[in-house]
């Protein structure tokens, strides 16, 4: 009996995603391709910036313990 259960909780979840998946607007291929474009860029920027922080925090330490 519970393995009954066990299925139709499966189902009714299944059709919820299902339900939900018809929902979603997604975007266009451009769309995709600007926001990829974009966390890309920003992601490299803060590399840069942390590698540039971190180069001034060495020369820094540098200097005090000279």
Do not use: C
């Amino acid at each position: 009996m519970a393995e009954v259960e066990k299925k139709g909780k499966t189902g009714n979840f299944l059709k919820g995603v299902k339900a939900e998946m018809r929902k979603v607007i997604w975007p266009s291929k451009k769309d995709l391709v600007n926001y990829t474009l974009v966390v890309i860029g920003i992601s490299v920027a803060v590399a840069i910036l942390v590698y540039l922080i971190d180069l001034g925090i060495g020369a820094i330490f540098k200097q005090i313990i000279k």
